[in-house]
């Protein structure tokens, strides 16, 4: 809903507002320290980097609407409890997205285990990723607690519409567990639609494959651009190691020890050279961009 949006982003924008008014307090406080001075201006030029991009976006947005649509924006906007209840929405979407970004991150470990390739190093940054994720979810649910807080207050002050369903609070305790029945699930009090039934990700088998296929299909996409850029890196270290030892090579040395060595380091480039070529089936790109491999035909048979 462009309407709802455009709520989200005004209320993220005085959000921003106030913490580049907290920054410069504390840039106008002579006692702070300098370290910290340096840290609020950083900060400050980036707050005020993204309040112009918000104020653009929401510009952007308003000029899209009709008019019906712009003024339904008057009339939520001067409704502390449609304004709240819109960004209390907000709060949930994402803290759904976010759990199920987790929930699929950890489905990545269980096949780990099973498959048992690679399993620990696959499993350790899996777990380690879900872990730097989990004090962002908690700080999402927290927020979202805190404004349902509110919007009962509102109701309890007589100040919602007739009717109005105080929303529930989500259990910080057993956030991470996902389930067909949880109440994450239910938008009671947050919308004017019913219930409606667990989301597909979720409760649909073949919708899960689907992901969980999709998925892996950007991950191959993904190892694929970095095995390519790998296959050119390769390319272009031979190419220079090669012309390295051809130059010492044709130097004037006359310690034959030297040479000795040199001549070994040649021969084990050679092999290497081979092996690359003969086991690197991925396609480098545009090869007319990249050196000579450095061996000749008659060096590599």
Same mark, same amino acid.
Not at 56 to 71: S, T, V, W
Not at 202 to 213: F, M, P, Q, T
Not at 265 to 279: G, M, N, P, S, V
């Given at each position: 809903?462009?309407?709802?949006?455009?709520?989200?982003l005004?209320?993220?924008?005085?959000?921003?507002?106030?913490?580049?008014?907290?920054?410069?307090? &504390?840039?106008?406080d002579t006692?702070?320290?300098?370290d910290?001075l340096?840290?609020?201006?950083?900060?400050?030029?980036?707050?005020r980097e993204? &309040? *112009?991009?918000?104020k653009?976006?929401i510009r952007?947005k308003r000029?899209a609407l009709g008019? *019906?649509?712009?003024?339904?924006?008057?009339?939520?906007?001067?409704?502390?409890?449609?304004a709240k209840?819109?960004?209390?929405?907000?709060?949930?979407?994402r803290?759904?997205?976010?759990?199920?970004?987790?929930?699929?991150e950890?489905?990545r470990v269980?096949?780990a285990?099973? *498959?048992q390739v *690679?399993?620990?190093?696959?499993?350790?940054q899996?777990q380690?990723s879900?872990?730097?994720?989990?004090?962002? &979810?908690?700080?999402?649910?927290?927020?979202?607690?805190?404004?349902c807080?509110?919007?009962?207050?509102?109701?309890?002050?007589?100040?919602?519409?007739?009717?109005?369903?105080?929303?529930?609070?989500?259990?910080?305790e057993g956030l991470?567990?996902?389930?067909?029945?949880?109440?994450?699930w239910?938008d009671?009090?947050l919308?004017d639609?019913?219930v409606g039934?667990p989301p597909?990700?979720?409760?649909?088998?073949?919708?899960?494959?689907?992901?969980k296929?999709?998925?892996?299909?950007?991950?191959c996409?993904?190892e694929?651009?970095?095995?390519?850029h790998?296959c050119?890196?390769?390319?272009?270290?031979?190419?220079?190691?090669?012309?390295?030892?051809?130059?010492?090579l044709?130097?004037?040395?006359?310690?034959?020890?030297?040479?000795?060595?040199?001549?070994i380091?040649?021969?084990?480039l &050679?092999?290497?050279?081979?092996?690359?070529?003969?086991?690197s089936?991925?396609?480098a790109?545009d090869v007319?961009?990249?050196?000579?491999?450095?061996?000749?035909?008659?060096d590599?048979t």
């Amino acid at each position: 809903d462009a309407v709802e949006e455009i709520l989200r982003l005004e209320d993220v924008q005085n959000k921003l507002k106030a913490r580049a008014n907290e920054c410069d307090s &504390i840039l106008d406080d002579t006692s702070t320290p300098v370290d910290e001075l340096a840290d609020a201006q950083t900060e400050l030029a980036s707050i005020r980097e993204r &309040i *112009n991009k918000s104020k653009e976006n929401i510009r952007r947005k308003r000029r899209a609407l009709g008019f *019906n649509d712009l003024q339904r924006l008057d009339r939520l906007r001067n409704d502390p409890y449609i304004a709240k209840r819109v960004n209390a929405l907000a709060l949930k979407h994402r803290l759904k997205e976010r759990l199920r970004a987790r929930k699929f991150e950890l489905d990545r470990v269980e096949r780990a285990y099973r *498959n048992q390739v *690679n399993g620990k190093k696959i499993n350790d940054q899996t777990q380690s990723s879900v872990k730097r994720r989990e004090p962002s &979810i908690r700080n999402v649910a927290k927020q979202y607690n805190a404004v349902c807080d509110e919007l009962r207050k509102l109701i309890a002050q007589g100040k919602a519409p007739p009717g109005a369903l105080p929303p529930q609070n989500i259990e910080m305790e057993g956030l991470f567990t996902l389930d067909v029945d949880d109440a994450i699930w239910q938008d009671i009090g947050l919308d004017d639609e019913s219930v409606g039934d667990p989301p597909a990700w979720l409760a649909d088998d073949s919708v899960r494959d689907g992901i969980k296929a999709v998925l892996e299909h950007d991950r191959c996409v993904e190892e694929a651009s970095r095995l390519r850029h790998e296959c050119r890196s390769m390319r272009f270290w031979m190419s220079e190691e090669w012309k390295v030892i051809a130059a010492a090579l044709n130097d004037d040395c006359n310690v034959e020890a030297v040479r000795y060595q040199l001549n070994i380091r040649r021969d084990f480039l &050679i092999k290497l050279c081979w092996l690359w070529q003969e086991t690197s089936t991925l396609d480098a790109g545009d090869v007319t961009t990249l050196p000579e491999w450095g061996p000749s035909k008659d060096d590599l048979t």
